[in-house]
């Protein structure tokens, strides 16, 4: 197992599908050793600091092993290091032998394999490979992973990867993807890698979300709010006020008691995709929208007056 390439970028403002944004993921390879910190890789920005960056995802790994297939997917005779984002393309290790909370020895690094990546627009913007990118490289589960940085060092393409300690016990990164993705009404499985080692409070969050939604006596959705903008959860028969702090439609259902499905959300994965049956949605995040009639609820919110979903 070794470091094939270490991959860093400044911030750059793009423009994408008439939305500008800033964005960290124009990765290149650079040459020399670079120092792992603590909550990032030196000379490397993060737009997001909610989605990339900080102790628990302080370097992004992507197995060099998955270019060919993507080589082949999006038809690119070639695709340089730093392609999809990550800090570091590695060999050896993979989604398949590599455990959340293993801990491993890149050059002077010491670092503990910390959770996968889940995908978003930008990625979509990166690549220009077709708007549902995002989505198919989600549904490929080729995902790669993030790194916590335990003690800080230095890393260089080249560097051999050592294992320091096994995460015995814990689930291997493939298996915490295809759950916490993929079966998300599993609890017996979610409930499993909840206490995969090391895990972040965000996941044990958000997992924790799923298992309520699995769990046989989730409690009951909350009484109506008082009428104004509002958006009706037709089959639950609840009427809600929209609520900025909500962020997204899917944000709103839950605040009102509501257990709709989700995965990424992101915008990438489409299992928080629900049927419109009256008004206006617009997106907040710039993803590829769902069908006609439908809405992705984790990245968009009402468009004035009255919506109505079928849920
Ligand atoms: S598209 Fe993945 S949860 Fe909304």
Redesign the pocket.
């Known amino acids: 197992m070794r470091v094939v390439s270490v991959n860093t970028s400044p911030i750059r403002e793009i423009l994408y599908r008439g939305t500008s944004f800033r964005t960290g993921i124009f990765k290149t390879a650079v040459a020399g050793p670079v120092r792992l910190f603590t909550d990032h890789v030196e000379g490397d920005e993060q737009a997001d600091r909610r989605v990339h960056g900080g102790v628990d995802m302080a370097a992004y790994a992507y197995p060099i092993e998955h270019y060919a297939f993507w080589q082949q997917e999006i038809a690119r005779p070639a695709l340089p290091f730093g392609q999809f984002g990550e800090n570091l393309t590695i060999s050896g290790l993979t989604e398949e032998n590599a455990r959340i909370g293993d801990i491993l020895k890149l050059g002077s690094a010491t670092v503990q394999v910390s959770e996968p990546r889940i995908p978003c627009f930008k990625l979509v913007a990166r690549m220009e490979a077709g708007v549902d990118f995002s989505a198919r490289f989600h549904k490929s589960r080729k995902l790669g992973f993030y790194l916590r940085v335990l003690e800080e060092g230095e890393v260089a393409a080249g560097d051999a990867i050592s294992v320091v300690e096994v995460a015995e016990g814990s689930p291997t990164v493939a298996e915490f993807i295809a759950v916490s993705q993929f079966a998300t009404r599993d609890l017996d499985a979610l409930t499993r890698i909840q206490r995969a080692r090391g895990l972040s409070a965000k996941w044990i969050a958000t997992l924790q979300k799923h298992i309520d939604r699995a769990a046989p006596n989730a409690p009951a959705p909350a009484a109506a709010a008082p009428p104004g903008e509002e958006v009706v959860f037709a089959k639950s028969g609840l009427t809600v006020r929209w609520d900025d702090e909500a962020r997204h439609l ?1 944000g709103l259902a839950e605040r009102a008691g509501l257990n709709p499905g ?11 995709v629900c049927t419109v049956l009256a008004g206006e949605v617009e997106y907040t995040e710039p993803v590829e929208p769902s069908a006609a009639g439908t809405v ?4 968009a919110r009402p468009r004035g007056g009255r919506l109505v979903l079928d849920l």
């Open positions: 899917l989700f995965g990424c959300r992101s915008g990438s994965c489409g299992t928080c992705l609820m984790c990245s």
